[in-house]
């Protein structure tokens, strides 16, 4: 089985361009979370989404970012016209179940996002 | 809000060291408590985790127990290899919550 996919690994952009982040959760599970992780700082928890439905957003900046996870292919972290302090690792996890800490998020190998 | 404060690194150790990565927490509620690892070129694996106070978690060697008194959750091996070297997490999420609340990660790296 699979673990948690993300392309690209590395991408790098300059200053005004879009960045899509792609995330294929594992197999059988349908609930997906974005983390961001800036420089020297820990993961910082952005969006939960399941199929078709964002959960909860609270995490992510008002402006410039969205999130999507269609019913069919992956899921999507989008930033519009990148800045410089949007340079980070983008980290995707995802759960069979939703709800409850204790349910334990998978999680892929990230994607480095340069801007220039 | 909740956080996590962890060792700053980085560790770099002799095989067969001891390994300590003090990890301490703030949280309103009765959080669950996890250690995270990731190695080179890989996503973060479960460690292992607890979920009440003076629970122990252990796997791989690894042990952390949870201090609700001292709100710590340090990590221990008693005798590391070289295929330890990682970056490991502290993170913990309040009940019944799936985010998580992660420190800033910890590099340890073990030499021959």
């Known amino acids: 089985n699979a673990g948690v996919m993300q392309n690209p690994r590395h991408l790098v952009r300059r200053r005004g361009q879009e960045a899509r982040l792609r995330c294929s959760p594992m197999k059988g599970h349908s609930h997906v979370y974005w983390y961001r992780q800036l420089p020297e700082e820990g993961l910082k928890f952005m969006v939960y989404l399941q199929k078709e439905n964002i959960i909860d957003e609270s995490g992510m900046p008002k402006e410039r970012f969205s999130a999507e996870f269609p019913k069919e292919g992956p899921s999507i972290l989008r930033i519009q016209q990148v800045v410089r302090g949007d340079s980070a690792a983008y980290f995707c996890?995802?759960?069979?179940?939703?709800?409850?800490?204790?349910?334990?998020?998978?999680f892929g190998p990230g994607t480095r996002l340069t801007v220039l | 809000g909740d956080s996590v404060t962890q060792m700053e690194g980085p560790v770099t150790l002799s095989e067969e060291a001891f390994l300590t990565i003090n990890c301490t927490y703030t949280a309103t509620g009765y959080p669950s408590l996890f250690w995270y690892v990731q190695y080179p070129g890989e996503g973060l694996q479960l460690l292992l985790k607890a979920t009440k106070a003076d629970d122990k978690g252990s796997n791989k060697g690894f042990e952390a127990t949870y201090r609700k008194e001292t709100t710590s959750f340090h990590l221990e091996k008693g005798s590391v290899q070289v295929s330890d070297s990682a970056v490991y997490f502290c993170a913990l999420s309040d009940s019944d919550d799936y985010k998580l609340s992660f420190g800033a990660g910890t590099t340890v790296t073990v030499r021959a």
């Open positions: 996890a995802s759960s069979p179940r939703g709800t409850s800490g204790n349910n334990e998020q998978f």
